[in-house]
Structures are given as C-alpha cells and as structure tokens.
C-alpha cells in the first residue's frame, strides 16, 4: 500500500537536453536507467531507526511516523537538489527497471506497515528492539538490490518482491513477535 501525495503542480521541463546523460548524472540520476538512488533514502532513514532502537528505546515514535511514498511522492515531497529533474526522468525511465523498483518499493512498504503495526500492538521494549533488528536485516539486502536495480547494475528481478514472498515475511513478522 502507497500513500499518493496530491500534487496537481506539474514539474517544470528543465531546458533543452535534460535527459542527455551528462545532466543526469550531475543531478545524481542514473543515465542508463533514468532513476536516483536519492529514493532509498526513505528506506535507509526507517532503517537506520530500527537498528537504534535496542539503544535508543525513544525512536519509536519516530519509527511510527514514517509513511510509505512511492518515488513521484518521494521526490515531490523532497528537498532534492533535483527533484523535477527525478521526476522527469523516472516518468522517461527505463519501463522494465522501474517496474522492478516499484515492485521492491511495495515489497518494503509492506513488511514495514506490517513492522508499524507490531510496533504499535503493545511490545516490550526489548521485543520492539528485536523486531527493529530483524526488520532491518531484511530490509538492508532489499534496499542493495533495488540499489543495484537503479544503478543498472542487476537486471530488475523479482523474486524478492512478489507479492507472495512479501505475504509470508509479513506472516512470519507477526508470528515471531508477540506482545
């Protein structure tokens, strides 16, 4: 599940020759894909928090503020040098990478609404610390592979995002961590 942010504003076209590669790559988007690693930091922040909290017991709140954002609404709601230029990019994008990030996007959306949902059931200190651990140890290769993904350095493969290895990881998160 994605939250959509309305935004009715299109992005302004950069000048002419805003996908030549060159302007991609200082607007830190990869030129072979059309797509900014900029988006994983959404992951990488909730992540970072998550392996905090067996020290830092406070961040919890700060865990169960995080949404889930697609890229259009990651970027528009950014502070991204480039953020227009992302946008434009991702819509020209290479259609079959970013399938392939969207679907792993989902696949982390999921597992860390279900995380939130733990989160919020009344756990212990000590199990919500445990539950950040194994949440960001899945999370981390997922995030390196979508990485990879946007640097065009893996083929878009989805058998760590469908839908039903998502399902089970879910059901395995709520199996394995009780109040």
């Not at 607007?27 to 690693?37: C, H, K, V, W």
């Not at 079959?96 to 792993?104: D, K, N």
Request: overall charge negative.
């Amino acid at each position: 599940m994605q939250v959509h942010v309305q935004d009715d504003t299109p992005p302004a076209r950069p000048a002419a020759g805003w996908l030549d590669p060159a302007v991609l790559a200082r607007g830190n988007i990869n030129p072979q894909t059309g797509l900014a690693t900029d988006f994983l930091n959404h992951f990488n922040e909730v992540i970072m928090l998550l392996e905090m909290l067996p020290g830092a017991p406070e961040f919890v709140d700060d865990i169960l503020n995080w949404q889930p954002l697609n890229y259009h609404d990651y970027f528009v709601t950014s502070h991204f040098k480039d953020r227009e230029l992302a946008i434009l990019a991702y819509e020209a994008a290479d259609p079959i990478a970013r399938a392939g990030l969207e679907q792993f996007a989902d696949t982390m959306n999921s597992y860390l609404l279900a995380t939130l949902e733990r989160l919020r059931s009344g756990l212990t200190p000590e199990a919500a610390a445990d539950l950040g651990i194994e949440a960001a140890i899945w999370l981390k290769p997922v995030v390196a592979r979508a990485g990879a993904v946007i640097n065009g350095q893996q083929e878009a493969s989805f058998e760590l995002a469908d839908e039903g290895a998502a399902q089970v990881l879910v059901d395995a998160l709520f199996e394995n961590f009780t109040p």
